[in-house]
């Protein structure tokens, strides 16, 4: 494999205490070009940057000598961009489809709370999918609740376009936090009460049969009329996986039918600095579309919001609220993709902010809604 020549600067960022990553400033982690299947294509390390968090940063950038910012990606088979409606339900749980797992890999540093992991699964293009959409997938084993049937399916949202990792429409990749249950009395984790199919997932080796079912889903379709639109993500932790799948189709993909030159605004909350996901990819958009793309993350554990309590994705939203309301008056999307438990902090700071702005946020997310705007899949 021929490797591009590549000359090494240093940029010193001021960080401080809001890891807030804007278009206005520079940011990024290394980046690593190499002559692969693009000219020039970079290798991800999809594990966090640990020493991200420096009151003062000097950060290593590795860039071709010749072009810092190549081409995006040729991706195929162009077919895929034909069908005038989604993919729906072509495998039922009665029915899976056995694909081929093809590689698992832990993406968050050692100081995460848990496991995250990034798994590619090959269907060979027979699970088709589209940006936004999910995959069932059934564990092995039998179900505890229906002696002799299998076990119920798990929804995972797909974090990869319909090209997939390897942009040839064959693979799919999930993003999976791995399940574990603590006992609180004897603080020692029980086996028994894990997470079945996320442990399953996780602890799968290359090789390894996977029943998937799908693909499912319409509410995080990625609306595509418009390539211009502004398109709002806000997840937590996996939540983020359908923002990857879209934002790899605006900025990394070559799609003839969706050139895409409106703004994609990510805001993303996690614990803290080891367990951001896919941070590699969405500061190179930062740095290669900085008039496109905008990001901004919310670490509980090491961020202070503005009253001195823990920072929470809502607590970013409410730090540029003004602008998201003018953007959603202007037609955009909003989505929201996470646990279950995000939304009412989320629904809430928008209530607050809508009441300071004398507006009813009632009648707000009912218009919406009815505009197709609002995009909620929480889990």
Not at 76 to 81: M, Q, Y
Not at 121 to 126: A, K, L
Request: proline share 7%.
């Amino acid at each position: 494999m021929a490797h591009l020549a590549v000359s090494q600067m240093a940029v010193t960022v001021p960080v401080g205490s809001d890891l807030s990553i804007r278009r206005s400033g520079f940011k990024a982690s290394s980046f690593s070009f190499q002559d692969k299947s693009w000219a020039p294509a970079f290798t991800l390390d999809l594990k966090a940057n640990s020493s991200f968090v420096r009151s003062r940063q000097v950060i290593c950038l590795s860039v071709p000598v010749q072009q810092a910012t190549g081409p995006k990606v040729t991706v195929s088979p162009l077919e895929l961009e034909e069908a005038p409606e989604p993919p729906l339900n072509l495998h039922k749980p009665k029915q899976p489809y056995t694909a081929t797992i093809v590689s698992v890999e832990r993406i968050v540093g050692p100081k995460a709370p848990g496991e995250t992991c990034h798994i590619v699964i090959d269907h060979d293009g027979n699970v088709p999918y589209w940006e936004g959409q999910s995959y069932g997938v059934i564990p092995p084993g039998e179900n505890p609740k229906k002696p002799g049937s299998p076990h119920n399916v798990r929804l995972y949202s797909i974090a990869s376009t319909r090209y997939g990792d390897s942009f040839d429409g064959k693979t799919a990749s999930l993003c999976v936090r791995r399940a574990v249950y603590y006992d609180p009395d004897t603080g020692k984790e029980d086996p028994s009460k894990n997470g079945v199919c996320s442990n399953f997932l996780c602890n799968s080796k290359p090789g390894d049969k996977v029943q998937v079912t799908g693909p499912s889903g319409k509410v995080m379709l990625l609306p595509e009329d418009d390539p211009n639109a502004t398109h709002i993500m806000i997840g937590t932790g996996t939540g983020v996986a359908p923002f990857r799948g879209y934002l790899r189709r605006m900025f990394m993909e070559s799609v003839p039918t969706f050139k895409f030159g409106g703004l994609a605004w990510l805001f993303l909350g996690v614990a803290n600095t080891d367990s951001l996901l896919y941070h590699d990819e969405f500061t190179k958009y930062l740095k290669d579309y900085p008039t496109n793309f905008r990001y901004d993350i919310a670490l509980s554990r090491e961020q202070k919001n503005k009253n001195g309590g823990k920072m929470y994705v809502q607590d970013k939203i409410e730090e540029y609220s003004d602008e998201i309301f003018k953007l959603l008056d202007n037609g955009a999307h909003i989505y929201f993709c996470g646990l279950r438990g995000m939304m009412p902090g989320i629904q809430e700071t928008l209530k607050r902010v809508a009441d300071q702005r004398g507006e009813n946020w009632d009648e707000k997310l009912s218009q919406l809604k009815k505009n197709k705007q609002w995009h909620v899949e929480v889990y």
